[in-house]
C-alpha cells in the first residue's frame, strides 16, 4: 500500500464527501482520487517519472498540490515543495540540488524559472517552454502505478530554511506522513466528520502535515485558501464552518487585531493548533478567552513536523508547555554528551521514531550530524518538568554566552512581549569586548515607548545580564513565510555589527 491508496479507501467508503473546498468548488473523494489517478498517469506517460524521481512544485495553495503530492506517492516520486517567497537564486539551487525531473508552476511564478532546463508544467497556464497542465491530463494513458513501492518509499524533499550557508533537503518516507497523521489525528482527536480550514502554505510541512493530510487520509474535509488573509480566514470560519484549524502566531496576532474578532462566530471551532515558533502566552490567552482550546505543537521540518503536543481534553494548563512527546514517536532532552538529563535540566531535544527524516537529500556530512542511533538533533534547547511535559527555551545556535552565564533570547522576547506597548520583539547575539557576547533586542511597539522603560520592566523580572545592551525600535520585523522572524537579517542591519 502507499497513502494515495488511503484517498482511494476513503473514494469507495464515501464517494460523494466532499474531500476539497477551494474558491467556491467542491472536490468529492471520487474526484479527488481521479485526478490523482489522472495526474500519476500523465507525470509517468508523458514526462517518464518512475519510482525516486523528484518532481517540483511552485505554486500557492490550489487542491492539484495535494493531487500531485499523491500522485507522487502512487507513482513512488518524490515531490519537492518550493517555498514561493524565495529568491530566483535560491530556487534554481533547489531545483539543481534536488536534479528534478519535472516542474509544475503557477503562471504567477512563471518569471521566477524562466532559466531551468527542467520540463516545465503550467498548472494554470500554457509555458512558452512547456505544456499546461490540462493538455498534459489530455493526452496522458497507460498506466499509472509505480514499481515496488511501499511505506518506506522517500514521498518528500522538504528544504529547510537556508539562514546560514545552503538549504538542506530533508528526505520524508511515506511512513514518516502515516505516522504524522496518526499523531494529528490523536492530538486533535480528530475523525472523518471533521473539516478542517488550512490557511498555511503547503510548502512547509505545517501546513501539509499538521492537519491537512491528516485530514484528507482519514477522510474528513478540507477547505483550503490559496493563502493567509485575516479578512479571508475570519470569512470562512463564519461561513465555513470549520471545527479545526492550525495557525502560527504572527496569523494569530493579525486575527486577534482584526476589527472583527471579537463579534466573529467561532463556535465552530473545536481547537486552534499552533507552534513553529515562540508563541507567547497573550496570544493563546486571546484565543482561549473566545472560548477556542490553544493546542501546542513542537516539532521540526525533519519530523514530518509532530513531535511533542498537548492534546485536545487533555492538560492545558501548563503556562508555555508544548506538550509530551507523541503517540507514535520518543522525545528526550540529553547534554552536550548525549546523555538524557533530568527533570527541571537544560538540555537539546532529540526525537526519535517514523517520523523522522531518513536523511537530507545528498548531504552525508549534514546527515551524520543530524541523526545517530535513530535519533535526530533538532538542535533546540529545552527542560521537561517531573510529569513529563516539554518547555522550549530557544535554539541551541542563539544561545548567548555572556561572561560565562547563558542567555536564551526566548526568554527575554517573552518578558518583552508581556509589555503593553510591546507588538513584536526579537532578541539577537551581539559580541562585546568585555563579556564576548550580549544581547541586543529589536522592538516593534503600538506606540511611543522609551527604551529605558522597556529595560527597567525587563529588569524587575530577568537578571540583570540579561537586560538588552541596546534596544532598536523597527516598524516591522523580517520574517519567513511562516512567519518566523529572520533573525540573521537583524544581526546584518544591527549598527553596531
Known amino acids: 500500500m502507499n497513502l494515495a491508496d488511503l484517498i482511494d479507501r476513503n473514494a469507495a467508503f464515501t464517494p460523494d464527501k466532499p474531500a476539497l473546498r477551494f474558491a467556491g468548488d467542491a472536490w468529492s473523494y471520487a474526484a479527488f482520487a481521479d485526478r490523482i489517478a489522472a495526474l500519476a498517469r500523465a507525470l509517468k506517460s508523458q514526462l517518464g517519472v518512475r519510482r525516486g524521481d523528484r518532481v517540483a512544485v511552485l505554486a500557492m495553495n490550489h487542491p492539484d498540490y495535494l493531487a500531485l503530492l499523491y500522485a507522487c506517492a502512487r507513482l513512488g516520486a518524490m515531490l519537492v515543495p518550493l517555498n514561493w517567497r524565495l529568491a530566483v537564486p535560491e530556487l534554481t539551487f533547489i531545483l539543481s540540488n534536488a536534479d528534478v525531473c519535472a516542474l509544475l508552476v503557477a503562471k504567477a511564478f512563471g518569471a521566477a524559472i524562466a532559466g531551468t532546463q527542467t520540463q516545465v508544467v503550467g498548472l494554470d497556464y500554457a509555458p512558452e517552454r512547456g505544456v499546461a497542465l490540462t493538455d498534459l491530463l489530455a493526452a496522458d494513458s497507460g498506466d499509472g502505478s509505480g514499481a515496488n513501492v511501499d511505506w518506506h518509499t522517500p514521498l518528500l524533499i522538504v ?42 502554505p503547503l510548502f512547509h510541512v505545517g501546513g501539509l502535515n499538521i492537519q491537512t493530510t491528516p485530514a ?24 465555513d464552518r470549520p471545527t ?16 472583527l474578532w471579537s463579534e466573529t462566530d467561532l463556535a465552530s471551532l473545536r481547537a486552534i493548533s499552533t507552534g513553529s515558533t515562540l508563541v507567547p ?31 485536545l481534553g487533555g492538560d492545558l494548563s501548563r503556562s508555555l508547555s508544548t506538550g509530551l512527546p507523541g503517540l507514535l514517536c520518543e522525545a528526550r532532552i540529553v547534554d552536550d554528551g548525549g546523555h538524557e538529563v ?8 532529540e526525537v526519535r521514531g517514523p517520523n523522522v527524516l531518513t536523511e537530507y537529500w545528498r548531504n552525508d556530512n549534514a546527515t551524520a550530524e543530524a541523526l545517530h542511533d535513530g535519533w535526530f538533533r533538532t538542535g533546540d534547547i529545552a527542560m521537561r518538568d517531573d510529569d513529563g511535559y516539554f518547555t522550549i527555551h530557544d535554539r541551541k545556535k542563539n544561545m ?28 539577537i547575539c551581539a559580541p562585546d569586548p568585555r563579556w564576548q557576547e550580549v544581547p541586543v533586542a529589536f522592538v516593534v511597539s503600538r506606540g511611543a515607548v522609551p527604551a529605558d522603560e522597556l529595560r527597567a520592566f525587563l529588569a524587575a523580572s530577568l537578571a540583570r545580564f540579561k537586560v538588552p545592551r541596546d534596544i532598536i525600535f523597527l516598524g516591522e520585523l523580517p520574517r519567513n513565510a511562516l512567519g518566523k522572524v529572520q533573525h540573521f537579517r537583524l544581526k546584518e542591519s544591527w549598527p553596531g555589527r
Open 159 to 200: 528544504y529547510t530554511a537556508g539562514t546560514t550557508g545552503r538549504p538542506k533537503g530533508a528526505v520524508l518516507a511515506q511512513e514518516a506522513l502515516l505516522a504524522n497523521a496518526m499523531m494529528s489525528q490523536h492530538l486533535h482527536a480528530m475523525t472523518s466528520d471533521d473539516h478542517v480550514l488550512t490557511v498555511l
Open 216 to 239: 484528507l487520509q482519514l477522510g474528513a474535509t478540507v477547505t483550503l485558501h490559496a493563502r493567509f488573509t485575516p479578512d479571508d480566514t475570519l470569512r470562512s470560519i463564519v461561513e
Open 244 to 259: 479545526l484549524t492550525a495557525l502560527v502566531p504572527s496569523t494569530i496576532q493579525a486575527l486577534l487585531e482584526h476589527p
Open 281 to 311: 502566552q497573550g496570544l493563546v490567552d486571546g484565543v482561549q478567552a473566545r472560548g477556542v482550546p490553544v493546542l501546542q505543537v513542537y516539532g521540526a521540518t525533519e519530523t514530518s513536523p509532530i513531535a511533542v503536543y498537548t492534546r
Open 342 to 349: 533530568p527533570p527541571g535540566v537544560s538540555g537539546e531535544v
Open 400 to 427: 548567548i554566552v555572556s561572561g560565562g552565564e547563558n542567555i536564551y533570547p526566548a526568554e527575554i522576547e517573552r518578558v518583552l512581549l508581556d509589555h503593553p506597548m510591546v507588538a513584536e520583539a526579537a532578541v
